[in-house]
């Protein structure tokens, strides 16, 4: 993903006409080019406040910009994920059935109320998801969390074998970047995870967010749905997941 930043920097500085001279000098790197050539040749990774301020002398659009710092591997900050919450929650909450906001490394950011009710959340739980920030991978494999155990046992290694396949495939050249490496260490030890992470090729999994089939246990019974994705056109690192009931009983079900 490094040669692919790279890449980006560089045409991004042509497009405006640039020389690297002339964008160091605006970076106040006194002119000298060798900085930024490592940064277009792929050779180093911007920190994310240089990357920042790359883009603010590079006059990038905001999804340049997050396209620019998903290559990085730089998650959404804080304030750049109650930003989007501000624009998109009350598309969510306006939305019938579950719908929430997560993002290139599949954390949870955001919910409406039908998730909070679907997915089981106790009050606990929802008091710890904008602190703890949970994946998708943590509620298919992490007995702790509510949704991990709604999921029907019978389906739990097929659908979750379905999620390392798509996380594989989408992940597949970001392996090198810090917040995979934390996710990896904290999953492995889960033995399940530990068994369909080795014996499942990412060759399975698409490598679109776009669509999964999901089926949940829920106290008035059981509820399948197709779940969609669409990616945030300001910045493409968020996504927002919709569900939609997939048969007529789990439409009549909805909360």
């Known amino acids: 993903m490094q040669s692919v930043l790279g890449g980006i920097i560089k045409a991004h500085r042509l497009r405006r006409g640039m020389s690297q001279s002339e964008l160091s000098a605006e970076m106040g790197w006194n002119t000298h080019p060798s900085r930024l050539s490592r940064y277009e040749q792929g050779r180093v990774v911007p920190n994310r406040a240089t990357l920042d301020r790359l883009s603010a002398a590079l006059r990038l659009a905001p999804d340049e910009r997050g396209r620019m ?31 929430y906001l997560t993002d290139f490394s599949w954390r949870f950011l955001g ?32 007995e702790h969390w509510a949704i991990r155990r709604q999921i029907p046992r019978e389906i739990l290694v097929p659908f979750a074998r379905g999620q390392v ?41 698409s490598e679109l967010m776009d669509y999964n089939r999901v089926q949940l246990d829920s106290p ?8 969609f994705a669409s990616a945030v056109v300001s910045d493409p690192r968020l996504f927002v997941i919709l569900w939609l009931p997939a048969d007529a009983s789990t439409a009549r079900l909805l909360p």
Do not use: C, I
Request: hydrophobic share 40%; charged share 25%; no cysteine.
């Open 69 to 99: 710092f998903m290559e990085a591997g730089y998650v959404p900050t804080d304030a750049e994920v109650s930003e989007a919450l501000r624009e998109l929650q009350p598309f969510m909450d306006g939305w019938k059935g579950p719908a």
């Open 111 to 142: 919910w409406n109320g039908p998730v909070a009710k679907l997915f089981g959340f106790p009050p606990d739980e929802l008091s710890r998801l904008p602190q703890e920030k949970p994946t998708l991978l943590d509620f298919t494999f992490d």
């Open 165 to 205: 396949a798509r996380f594989k495939a989408q992940q597949r050249n970001r392996t090198g970047q810090r917040w995979y490496r934390q996710l990896m260490k904290r999953l492995m030890p889960v033995p399940l995870f530990r068994e369909l992470w080795r014996s499942t090729p990412a060759e399975l999994g």
């Open 220 to 227: 008035v019974g059981r509820l399948d749905f197709h779940m």
